[in-house]
């Protein structure tokens, strides 16, 4: 089962990579700009500290010098730091290779957390494994440069794989590795994260500490943990003390004039992307297979994605409640996630963060999922404190079935957002800019030959000043009309 799931994360890195095979690239092929900001800051980490005290005049001097981008947390910028100097290359050219490696390695750390977090079997957490690779939408993330979001979805489910045995059973080096993976979750994603992991954090301590035998010393781990994480987060926690505290009530009350709307996308996306059962719909839901299918099939598709959404939910549940596993953790981590779900939803109306918190969740649906698939498949159930019930032999055939049919539908529609993402960056800086002027400016560069002078003609469509010019061998993305316009210098 591990090299199943080791092949899983593989075949997800090279799929990964498949649209910029095809555009000859390693620039981001999404809309994002996330990587003007991380690319320089990498490059600057390589030669100063936090303070910026050594940095030159620049466009983003002051940016990287204020107290609000310190408290971003600059786990991931260091990280793409220490990437360019083992890969040798400019940042430019790490940024995407570094995000999906991140991202395969999440399908690892979704397996560990179903098989150490969860108490899952093999078989079941290899499948909740698979089913996330499968996913789509973290996928998406990924390909937009989503740094620090990339990070979380490998550190999330490894931080509660290792901070929920390390409260269990203790141990110094136990506590030692689940503070260090942890307190890098949390320097490397503030802004979101840490909000997300205090209400995730808090459920699990009142579940672990409250129910069942060794309170004390679970208590007594929690703490010493906790103290561990603060103490190896310090660098970057007293970063976030120092921007939020004197405007938390502030955050909390409008975290859309805070942190922002992205693309400026207002609509609240159903749960059915969390499900994997429909795409992010920032770009059409049709693709190729749309029109491989034809326009009434297709249709025909997507009101059966469509009406899984209800079966999905109650399949999710029953693998909730009847976890062959530990229930202790699995029920408060949903009703944390839900919670946290329903209050960024309705309570602060913030879709962007609506959106972000469908893509956090993913690991943990499709363990549930898993596990609803696996006790359906095998007749088996067990509600809490009570003994597994075995269907009888004829009933245990017909969910035997429905649990296959329920996988392959699921699967499907799951391939279907992972093929759907691809084929949306697979063309590349078309939908950045005219693909018609990508190609003409790569003609252009092929014919010059290697070390010859380039001149600039005077009338450009947007000028540049002649000491801004600089010469690289890649394309860059300029993803918005106004950015080709007026970011230039900033570039």
């Known amino acids: 089962m591990q090299a199943l799931v080791a092949g899983c994360a593989v075949v997800l890195l090279i799929v990964a990579f498949a649209p910029h095979l095809q555009n000859r690239s390693l620039a981001m092929l999404g809309l994002n700009i996330d990587e003007e900001l991380y690319v320089p800051l990498a490059e600057l980490l390589k ?13 983003f001097q002051v940016e990287f010098q204020s107290e609000r981008n310190h408290a971003r ?9 220490a990437a360019t100097i083992l890969s040798n290359a400019p940042a430019f050219h790490a940024y995407a290779p570094t995000l999906y490696l991140l991202l395969a390695l999440s399908v690892l750390a979704v397996f560990i957390f179903g098989r ?33 979001h990339a990070v979380s979805f490998l ?45 995730v954090a808090a459920a699990l301590l009142l579940a672990l500490v409250g129910w069942g035998g060794g309170r004390l010393p679970r208590l007594r781990n929690a703490v010493v943990l906790a103290a561990a994480i603060a103490l190896l987060g310090a660098p970057g926690l007293t970063w976030l003390v120092r921007w939020a505290s004197p405007m938390l009530m502030s955050i909390m009350s409008n975290l859309n004039a805070q ?4 693309w400026g996308d207002t609509t609240f996306v159903p749960y059915s992307v969390a499900f994997g059962l429909a795409p992010y719909h920032l770009a059409a839901d049709a693709g190729p297979l749309g029109a491989a299918l034809g326009a009434t099939v297709f249709d025909a598709w997507r009101s059966v994605r469509a009406a899984l959404l209800g079966p999905s939910v109650v399949l999710a549940l029953f693998g909730l409640v009847t976890l062959r596993g530990r229930r202790l953790v699995a029920i408060p981590l949903a009703v944390a996630y839900a919670a946290f779900l329903v209050w960024v939803e309705r309570g602060a109306a913030y879709p962007y963060g609506h959106l972000k918190n469908m893509s956090y969740i993913t690991y943990f649906v499709t363990s549930l ?25 004829r009933i245990a055939r017909w969910w035997r079935g429905l649990g296959l049919a329920i996988t392959l539908v699921m699967a499907v529609a799951l391939a279907q957002n992972t093929t759907h993402t691809v084929w949306w960056y697979w063309s590349g800086l078309g939908w950045n800019v005219d693909r018609r002027i990508a190609h003409d400016a790569r003609a252009v560069a092929d014919r010059l030959p290697a070390g010859s002078r380039v001149y600039f003609a005077d009338g450009l469509t947007y000028p540049l000043l002649g000491e801004r010019i600089v010469l690289r061998d890649h394309v860059l993305g300029f993803h918005f009309p106004e950015h080709q316009r007026e970011r230039w210098a900033a570039r």
């Open 155 to 199: 550190l999330f489910p490894a931080a509660l794989a290792t901070a929920l045995p390390a409260i269990r059973a203790g141990g110094r080096r136990t506590i030692s590795l689940a503070g260090v993976v942890n307190a890098a979750l949390l320097v490397s994603y503030f802004w979101a994260i840490s909000a997300v992991y205090l209400v």
């Open 47 to 59: 030669g100063n500290t936090a303070f910026m005290s050594g940095v030159t005049d620049s466009p």
């Open 369 to 393: 999922l898993a596990s609803g698939i696996s006790n359906l498949y095998h007749g088996r159930a067990a509600l809490w404190g009570g003994r597994a019930w075995m269907a009888p032999p």
């Open 116 to 148: 150490t977090g969860l108490g899952m079997s093999e078989r079941t957490a290899a499948m909740g494994a698979g089913l996330y690779a499968l996913h789509g939408l973290p996928l998406w993330f990924t390909g937009m440069g989503f740094g620090p």
């Open 73 to 81: 947390g600059w786990g991931f910028p260091y990280l793409l730091g």
């Open 259 to 262: 942190f922002g709307n992205a």
